[in-house]
T-cell receptor, first 110, second 112 residues
């Protein structure tokens, strides 16, 4: 059973602080990793993709991948109230299907 | 402004009725996905198509669900007969040459 695991939260972070979201996956052959953001009542939207070990930065967002540990994370710097949402980790499997985690609810405290 | 469209946005129906949901992928995207999202199960892949051919529908209850792509601009998901446990938000997503999926706004289905 291929799985993508996330802490459901809620994760509460003060405005301006760094939010750290974590995800583990079970399929060692996975090559593509994604973070989607989903606001309440809305559809998921892609915010980051990462394919190689290490860090990838895009504005206030940094994705970190460690394939040896089967671990991917998302850091949000200078957290804003508008970052309050559910963050979905997604990973491709050996059949190239994308498997989504159940998401972590993030709440930024003003 | 290219986007995935879905109709209807909301559907309330009674148990046993047929439900058809429609999706128009982004023009030029050749891969279309159907997902179901509930609080308990999260986002589950039901089926997906590439170049209109069904590649995987293992996530779909075969006895009542069917998915088709009659042409490149239309994908349908049908439930017959519907049951209360089918109540969920159904998302369609499309992807082009990259593996980035673009989601539609979803159809919120309530089966009474």
């Amino acid at each position: 059973q291929k799985e993508v695991e996330q802490n459901s939260g809620p994760l509460s972070v003060p405005e301006g602080a760094i939010a750290s979201l974590n995800c583990t996956y079970s399929d060692r052959v996975s090559q593509s990793f994604f973070w989607y953001r989903q606001y309440s009542g809305k559809s998921p939207e892609l915010i980051m993709s990462i394919y190689s070990n290490g860090d990838k930065e895009d504005g206030r967002f940094t994705a970190q991948l460690n394939k040896a540990s089967q671990y991917v994370s998302l850091l949000i710097r200078d957290s804003q109230p508008s970052d309050s949402a559910t963050y979905l980790c997604a990973v491709n499997d050996r059949d190239d299907k994308i498997i989504f985690g159940k998401g972590t609810r993030l709440h930024i405290l003003p | 402004d290219a986007r995935v469209t879905q109709t209807p946005r909301h559907k309330v129906t009674e148990m046993g009725q047929e439900v058809t949901m429609r999706c128009q992928p982004i023009l030029g995207h050749n891969t279309v996905f159907w997902y179901r999202q509930t609080m308990m199960q999260g986002l589950e892949l039901l089926a997906y198509f590439r170049n209109r051919a069904p590649l995987d529908d293992s996530g779909m209850p075969k006895d009542r669900f069917s998915a088709e792509m009659p042409d490149a601009t239309l994908a349908t998901l049908k439930i017959q007969p519907s049951e209360p446990r089918d109540s969920a938000v159904y998302f369609c997503a499309s992807a082009g040459t990259t593996d980035t999926q673009y989601f539609g706004p979803g159809t919120r289905l309530t089966v009474l």
